[in-house]
């Protein structure tokens, strides 16, 4: 199987392939960016990224998304010659997501999904039958490890592209069966644990991301996106902007959580970006404000399984506002 190159967020490539020891010790070598939710690999979109990345993995097989808007400069595509028809597929299923107002993650994933199931069946599309379906979800299930959530969108991709993209009946109409998600229940940070890693936290901006998050039950991903016009100290809400969903919210804006922000505002003077990064005009990554938490998590002596969305089911389990400190 190959190595999948598909578009990212924010000038970012992502990469996906199936798991095994020694291609994770290959990727590592070029970046140690690991998105643990949706399962993907992530590299910066540059020429001098690319290489590196080319150069690791050698003789592997790659294959690029063909809607990537920037050239290669000599780099060795791989694609499959008697497979064409796939990449128009591929551009057709990219724009039938985008108008239906699909997030690029998710655009990213359905297109990963599509292009991996055509590549094993080898089959035109309109000579797919349910069969092959149920021995392609069967060989990702047992062979490559995969969760039942993953299992569930490679379900919805297939169903997409032949019911919006193809318009095949035939096949999208088919009844796939769909596996039970496993519930688990995530690592929860006692209330003396957050209170601690708080206190490890010196930095106003760091703690400002922090404290949003768990006070206000935010997504990393809602946190770093927030505009400074998004805080409403009037009525004491922060403005969610196309949330989960792609759908505004409303949620509370604490006092202290306000005082910190006033704080940072008076230290950093942010412009646009509630939490601008690095580059001009962008706002602070993901995986910045999950460096922030793990940091504070390691010098507080954290060492459950847990990340910055902790936070937020901290919030889910207790009354919010219960800690002084916040």
């Not at 190959?2 to 095994?20: D, P, Q, R, W």
């Not at 005082?259 to 990064?277: M, Q, S, V």
Request: glycine share 4%.
């Amino acid at each position: 199987m190959a190595f999948y190159v598909n578009k990212g967020s924010n000038h970012n490539l992502i990469i996906t392939f199936e798991y095994s020891p020694e291609r994770v010790k290959k990727i590592k070598q070029v970046t140690n960016r690991w998105n643990p939710l949706e399962k993907y690999w992530e590299i910066p979109a540059t020429e001098q990224s690319i290489n590196r990345f080319m150069s690791v993995i050698q003789d592997e097989e790659v294959i690029f998304d063909p809607t990537l808007d920037f050239m290669f400069n000599g780099l060795k595509l791989v694609k499959i010659k008697e497979m064409d028809w796939l990449m128009e597929l591929l551009e057709k299923t990219d724009c039938a997501l985008k108008l239906k107002g699909y997030s690029s993650l998710t655009i990213s994933a359905y297109k990963g999904h599509t292009l991996r199931f055509f590549e094993f069946v080898k089959k035109q599309p309109d000579q797919v039958v349910n069969e092959d379906i149920e021995k392609y979800l069967l060989n990702i299930l047992e062979n490559n490890k995969v969760s039942f959530s993953y299992l569930n969108q490679a379900i919805s991709a297939i169903k997409f592209v032949y019911k919006h993209v193809i318009k095949f009946n035939n096949v999208c109409n088919i009844n796939m069966p769909r596996p039970k998600k496993i519930e688990q229940l995530p690592d929860i940070l006692s209330k003396d644990e957050v209170i601690q890693l708080f206190k490890q936290v010196v930095n106003v901006k760091h703690r400002a991301i922090l404290m949003l998050t768990y006070s206000a039950g935010l997504r990393v991903s809602e946190v770093v996106s927030l505009k400074v016009i998004d805080i409403d100290s009037k009525r004491m809400l922060i403005h969610v902007r196309q949330g989960k969903g792609r759908k505004d919210r409303y949620s509370i804006l604490s006092k202290n959580a306000l005082d910190t922000l006033r704080t940072y505002a008076k230290e950093f003077h942010p412009n646009e970006w509630l939490f601008p990064g690095d580059q001009p005009g962008k706002h602070l990554t993901e995986r910045t404000a999950q460096k922030v938490f793990e940091s504070a998590c390691k010098k507080a002596g954290i060492k459950k399984d847990v990340s910055i969305h902790s936070l937020r089911h901290y919030v889910e389990s207790k009354v919010m506002g219960s800690i002084a400190i916040i």
